[in-house]
């Protein structure tokens, strides 16, 4: 929990952090993974190079296992790397991950033995773009945020705000479904705040799905004229582990490579698709888009018609067939035979 | 020199006769991506809000996309256009680190030819750069050789001593763009000393710095250390996010596009970062993560020195403070292996 690492009396800012007992068990979890030989690397959130930011860090030195840390800015999705490190991997994840890691194991992108997975509970990430509209000042002005179960505490400019922690954490972690991982290897016995708010979860998607047809489609055409195509979204995202993406197809070509709205529309629309069945609503390709596109209203609204059609659970449960790459006869409905 | 000076409230009147003669860019927001873009001849609130752009200024001569040229299938071939755009620009309030990124990539775009479609916008385009106080926790600037206060690579440079903007006129371009303004006075030396105080002050609050010195040399050494290459690069997700808001990366792609009878010939941003980078032509030959992130680093810090005796990062901060991992390079630069180091294998 949170609570327990920003108690008031302690240093608080992101980048002087008091070692919380859950980082010191962590550490301590991680270190003998690499001492004994059980892993070759370890992933985890080390403290970024800027204030309120994080950095995954990805090692086989023990000496870096004192960089680890917990805390409401670890945002990565950290699974994104486990088909691309090789050998086994200890790897520290929210409950997020924990189902894109099971997600991964699934779609045989990983196998489990190869893997170690360091549970920890979350209580929800901060946004800081909700930050900073609450301050009124950009991340590197913000001198502290202090972030209890019920409330956050921001301190800008001298001046001191309180908030409902609802105000402050991402969309996708007011509708968690999941804040301990269920798959583990390791857990962290902690229990999490559960800070939810199931309205502000979903305002964009209700707002979208208000608009007609007509502004639901100059909406997104507005969206996708800022688009760079810098593929940050589908980078950042571990449900896109394919080794050819079809953006980049050229026989046939499904996608022009000239950023102009229709394409990269398309792109954004096809890669939701593709997801489906993948996505565990991370909201990392919302996060990390530079030209602040809300790109979760397409990823969530699939994942909760996946949800409604299928009775699927992205991630849920390690033993369960694949959505989208499991068949069965009696599935083939005349179709194919 | 500074020698003139302007009061903030004529500002909105100096743009609005500028914007008679041609058109003026201006940085502006939307939903919270701020970008060059075309004053709408009113706003000039960005002068209070206004630290640096997220799409870099590059963009105004090297669009991500742009036609270079149209055709159209006629009986007896092809008909062929190339779009004519002489239009005249200003770009008001370029920072001097996105300045001298221009100053830059200005070399690159005239080196061994002469490129149309950049140099047609360039020459065409005055620069007015506006002096920065209110730099990012990620930038680096004064570590690469840009004050973030003076400019010689623009054609005027305004800086912001309080109710007033002292002028350098750098050009005799910029300097005629104040020349029928009535709002314009003569610099005070009392203005000049708190232009001073201002400058040093300015400087001051750059708090992130990194030792580039022997950089080259240092990277020279290194090339081979593929431990090093590969520790540094793997958590990046090689994404464009560096590379296409970086203000002097420049890598282009050059795509047809047809339908039935009509097309036209585009060419976008590209980005050394991805891994179908240059698949079209052959082969990328940088298949390996670490080969992608070690370019961008040497590319930057090496090769352009070599041949050009100029660093291509002028320490806007861009790729740290937008990377969606904090991939920082200050930190990489300060991490090179000292010592001359040379793997073997690989």
């Not at chain 1, 629309?269 to 030209?291: F, L």
């Not at chain 2, 041609?22 to 009113?42: F, H, L, Y």
């Not at chain 2, 910029?174 to 006075?185: D, E, F, Q, R, V």
Request: net charge negative; proline share 5%.
């Amino acid at each position: 929990m949170w609570l327990k690492m920003f108690e008031p009396s302690g240093p608080t800012t992101c980048l002087v952090m008091k070692v919380s007992d859950m980082e010191k068990e962590l550490r301590q979890e991680a270190g003998k993974l690499l001492e004994e030989g059980t892993v070759d690397y370890i992933i985890g959130f080390a403290p970024g190079s800027l204030k309120f930011t994080t950095t995954p860090l990805i090692t086989e030195d023990i000496d870096e296992i004192n960089n680890l840390v917990i805390n409401p800015f670890i945002n990565n999705n950290l699974a994104k790397y486990l088909p691309e490190i090789p050998g086994r991997v200890g790897i520290i994840a929210k409950g997020c991950d924990s189902r894109s890691i099971v997600s991964l194991i699934q779609d045989k992108q990983i196998a489990r033995q190869d893997i170690v997975i360091l549970g920890i509970p979350c209580s929800g990430l901060v946004d800081l773009k909700k930050v900073e509209k609450l301050a009124g000042k950009e991340r590197d002005k913000i001198d502290d945020i202090v972030v209890l179960a019920d409330k956050v505490c921001i301190t800008a400019g001298g001046e001191k705000k309180e908030v409902p922690t609802t105000e402050v954490l991402f969309d996708h972690c007011l509708g968690c479904e999941l804040q301990i991982p269920k798959e583990y290897d390791f857990l962290i016995q902690e229990p999490a705040a559960e800070i939810r708010d199931y309205e502000s979860s979903s305002k964009q998607i209700q707002e979208l799905k208000k608009m007609s047809p007509d502004q639901r489609w100059a909406f997104w055409k507005e969206q996708f004229g800022h688009c760079i195509r810098c593929y940050a979204c589908r980078q950042v995202c571990p449900a896109c582990f394919c080794e050819r993406c079809f953006v980049e197809e050229s026989q046939p070509r499904w996608v022009s490579p000239v950023s102009q709205w229709q394409d990269n529309l398309i792109f954004q629309a096809i890669r939701t698709i593709h997801v489906a069945g993948r996505c565990t609503d991370c909201g990392e390709c919302e996060r990390v888009c530079p030209v602040n596109i809300p790109l979760r209203s397409l990823s969530k609204e699939m994942y909760d018609l996946v949800g409604e059609m299928f009775d699927y659970k992205t991630g849920m449960d390690v033993n369960a067939p694949a959505l989208m790459t499991a068949y069965e006869l009696v599935e083939a409905e005349g179709l194919i035979r | 020199m500074i020698t003139k000076k302007i009061n903030k409230k004529d500002i909105r009147k100096l743009l609005g006769t500028w914007n008679q003669e041609c058109s003026v860019i201006v940085p502006t927001r939307e939903q919270g991506i701020v970008e060059m873009a075309g004053w709408d001849n009113k706003d000039i609130s960005f002068l209070d809000w206004y630290r640096n752009t997220v799409v870099p200024p590059k963009a105004c001569f090297l669009p991500q996309s742009e036609v270079m040229i149209s055709f159209q299938k006629k009986e007896n071939g092809l008909k062929i256009e190339v779009p004519q755009d002489e239009h005249k620009q200003i770009i008001f309030g370029i920072r001097p680190c996105d300045a001298r990124a221009v100053a830059i990539i200005d070399q690159v775009f005239a080196d061994t030819y002469d490129d149309y479609y950049y140099s047609s916008k360039r020459r065409n385009t005055l620069l007015i750069g506006l002096s920065c106080s209110n730099p990012y926790d990620s930038c680096f600037c004064t570590s690469t050789d840009v004050n973030p206060t003076e400019s010689e690579d623009v054609d005027l440079m305004f800086m912001d001593i309080g109710d007033e903007y002292v002028i350098e006129e750098i050009t005799s371009g910029g300097k005629a763009l104040l020349n029928t303004s009535s709002m314009i006075k003569k610099a005070t030396k009392a203005d000049i000393n708190k232009a001073k105080e201002v400058r040093a002050a300015s400087v001051d609050k750059l708090k992130k710095k990194v030792d580039t010195k022997d950089v080259d040399r240092k990277l020279q050494s290194c090339f081979n250390d593929i431990d090093y290459w590969e520790q540094v690069s793997a958590k990046c997700i090689s994404c464009g996010i560096c590379t296409f808001l970086c203000p002097t990366c420049f890598c282009f792609d050059i795509n047809d596009e047809m339908i039935k009878k009509h097309g036209a010939r585009y060419r976008g941003w590209d980005s050394c970062s991805f891994r179908s980078y240059t698949k079209m032509p052959m082969e990328n030959p940088r298949e390996e993560k670490w080969r992608r992130v070690r370019q961008r680093v040497c590319h930057k810090f090496e090769f352009y020195p070599m041949n050009l005796g100029i660093n291509a990062c002028t320490g806007c901060g861009r790729c740290i403070r937008l990377c969606p991992v904090n991939w920082d390079i200050t930190q990489v630069i300060a991490g090179l292996p000292g010592e001359i180091s040379v793997h073997s294998g690989k």
